[in-house]
């Protein structure tokens, strides 16, 4: 399959129609937007704009989201429309993060991952005090707080159990490499996330394994594609691993809003 039908489908079920937990899912003329369920930000997955409407839509969603006290994310593609639409969402605001890329891999019952034998130090990530470590060797690796992530992992697992799994490395019983994925319900998608690694832990594999895992995981439920949001520091290792770059995103955080949220 090319890159551009894998990116068609990618684009259908995970920006289009996707219905991610804990969301709830409104589609507009304008914008496919997802409000938490949980009072935390929402997002924009997929817009359909153009030059001549673009600020009065980013406007509108602007609007729309403080009236129900959330911020959001408005995530931008490479291939979206404008062109321009970085520059737009700038212009009204929005904080513009650090450019990723859109790394995915095809798995079938003959590739290589399927076959590796997983490091006897790798375990799976069931509890909340797990989870708890999870976030605590991210906050470290990444230096910022992950309260909130804590709360969604911990939520996630306890209603939905086989929507989310978790892996750790350990070394002497300590947590030094961890990473987890979420089977995206209703598509052929398996999305990685995490990938923190202690640094005195790196140039040991562990990412890699961890990714492996995570893949035998995904493919055993019926999974066909395994995706991750690539920074700059983890794009070689995935190519390295077989994953293809498709495009490049950028999450784009709305401004902060002037009334408080509601209770």
Request: with cysteine; hydrophobic share 35%; aromatic share 12%.
């Amino acid at each position: 399959m090319s890159k551009d039908e894998i990116l068609n489908i990618f684009h259908k079920q995970l920006r289009v129609d996707i219905e991610p937990q804990g969301y709830k899912r409104e589609k507009t003329e304008y914008v496919v937007r997802h409000v938490s369920n949980y009072n935390e930000d929402g997002f924009i997955s997929s817009s359909n704009i153009n030059e001549v409407n673009a600020h009065e839509v980013i406007r509108s969603e602007l609007k729309y989201f403080n009236e129900i006290g959330q911020g959001f994310e408005w995530k931008v593609y490479s291939y979206d429309q404008p062109t321009n639409l970085l520059k737009i969402l700038e212009a009204e605001g929005f904080e513009v993060e650090d450019r990723e890329a859109l790394m995915v891999m095809e798995i079938n019952e003959d590739h290589p991952f399927l076959n590796f034998d997983l490091p006897a130090n790798l375990r799976e990530i069931t509890s909340m005090q797990e989870i708890r470590e999870l976030i605590q060797l991210a906050e470290m690796v990444f230096g910022e707080p992950l309260s909130e992530l804590e709360k969604r992992l911990c939520r996630d697992k306890l209603q939905n159990p086989l929507s989310i799994f978790l892996y750790g490395i350990y070394e002497n019983e300590e947590l030094v490499s961890a990473g987890w994925m979420y089977l995206e319900n209703g598509t052929s998608f398996a999305s990685f996330w995490g990938g923190a690694t202690k640094q005195e832990a790196r140039g040991k594999g562990y990412y890699s394994s961890l990714l492996k895992v995570r893949a035998q995981k995904a493919f055993e439920h019926g999974y066909r594609f395994m995706t991750v949001d690539a920074l700059p520091t983890s794009q070689p290792i995935l190519e390295k691993n077989g994953f293809e770059c498709l495009a490049y995103s950028y999450g784009c955080q709305s401004p902060k809003q002037s009334i408080p949220k509601y209770k």
